[in-house]
């Protein structure tokens, strides 16, 4: 089993819709959560993160913490085509080793 | 407030040769992270430098070594290449807090290709 787990995609929205990016991860010690947009050819850049169970707000992205189920979500309201890119979900275990999902590809149809 | 910043940008070596790599962490932070990103793939841990020490190691051979200077910078080393080894190298930095919220910044990464 893989430590932390994404739909490779590609996601196809349309624009103005919602995006909803998921992501699994096996460690329950697992403490600190991010979500990295990566455009092509391009260094991964960190754009949410979340510690706690629940929701985070920030402009038109929310990050969904379920320590419970072991599960984070990224959503993206109102997409735009430059949000066309492949979000990384990294997940940090404690000991400042963070480990990366092979990240989903999205894909905003204007 | 200077980034993270890399070098080189881009760099072709052969097999067997060694190359080193270089980071400079954006200021005020005192950690570095080192990533291999092959293409398609998520970037792999490769090991992280703190007080100047290795503090965490991931899966990778002992060719690959690094260094951390007292001003934070860092330099990875890999020796005895492998065709294997052609990837985007990332450098992470991040601020050591206590209670640890290890967000991690990156570099432009450097693009090695090996022939």
């Known amino acids: 089993q893989k430590e932390v787990e994404q739909n490779s995609g590609p996601l196809s929205v349309p624009e103005g819709a919602i995006a909803s990016l998921n992501c699994t991860y096996s460690?329950?010690?697992?403490?600190?959560f991010f979500w990295y947009r990566q455009y092509s050819g391009k260094s991964p850049e960190l754009i949410m993160f979340?510690?706690?169970?629940g929701d985070k707000e920030d402009g038109r992205f929310t990050a969904q913490l379920n320590k419970a189920s072991q599960y984070v979500s990224l959503l993206i309201r109102d997409s735009q085509p430059s949000d066309s890119a492949t979000y990384l979900c990294?997940?940090?275990?404690?000991?400042?080793?963070?480990?990366f999902g092979t990240g989903t590809k999205l894909q905003v149809i204007p | 407030d200077a980034g993270v910043t890399q070098s080189p940008t881009h760099l072709i070596k052969t097999r067997g040769q060694q190359v080193t790599l270089r980071c400079s962490p954006k200021?005020?932070?005192?950690?570095v992270s080192w990533y291999q990103q092959a293409l398609g793939q998520g970037p792999q841990f490769i090991f992280q430098?703190?007080?100047?020490?290795?503090?965490q190691r991931g899966n990778f051979p002992d060719r690959f070594s690094g260094h951390q200077f007292p001003n934070y910078s860092s330099e990875l080393n890999v020796n005895a290449l492998l065709l294997g080894d052609s990837a985007l190298y990332l450098c992470?930095?991040?601020?050591?807090?206590?209670?640890?919220?290890?967000?991690?910044?990156f570099g432009p990464g450097t693009r090695l290709t090996v022939t």
């Open positions: 460690d329950r010690g697992s403490q600190s």
């Open positions: 990294a997940v940090n275990g404690g000991y400042q080793k963070v480990t």
């Open positions: 200021s005020g932070h005192d950690t």
């Open positions: 979340i510690y706690s169970n």
């Open positions: 430098y703190y007080e100047e020490e290795e503090r």
């Open positions: 992470a930095s991040s601020q050591n807090l206590a209670g640890g919220s290890y967000e991690q910044y």
